[in-house]
Nanobody, 122 residues
Framework: QVQLVESGGGLVQPGGSLRLSCVAS????????MGWYRQAPGLQRELVAS??????????NYADSVKGRATISRDNGWNTVTLQMSSLKPEDTAVYYC?????????????WGQGTQVTVSS
């Protein structure tokens, strides 16, 4: 059983910043990546940022739309991932979902949080 609990989000003015956190618990010892996806109305869910767990260092990956504006980090205890975004735009408005991946013989198993709404508007 895997649980992902998200916090942060809400209403943000254009040009503002936000901080989203996700705490993972349960059977997560084999997880090899965590990240944030978002889904705007009428659109498919898309990657915002992810961090892959390495033996010596973590590797971050960002969508082109947020590069230079987003930073994803993993805490020392590794079960929490935080996304910080700045210079927010109205097009960043979406439901943001935390994701955790656990590899298996059949491919990666994806686990999702309940989602948190981010609205960028004046």
């Amino acid at each position: 059983q895997v649980q992902l609990v998200e916090s942060g989000g809400g209403l943000v003015q254009p040009g503002g910043s936000l901080r989203l956190s996700c705490v993972a618990s349960g059977t997560i010892g084999a997880a090899n990546a965590m990240g944030w996806y978002r889904q705007a109305p009428g659109l498919q869910r898309e990657l915002v940022a992810s961090v892959s767990f390495g033996d010596f260092n973590n590797v971050a990956n960002y969508a082109d739309s947020v590069k230079g504006r987003a930073t994803i980090s993993r805490d020392n205890g590794w079960n929490t991932v935080t996304l910080q975004m700045s210079s927010l735009k109205p097009e960043d408005t979406a439901v943001y979902y935390c994701n955790l991946k656990i590899p298996s013989l059949k491919g990666a198993m994806n686990y999702w949080g309940q989602g948190t709404q981010v609205t960028v508007s004046s």
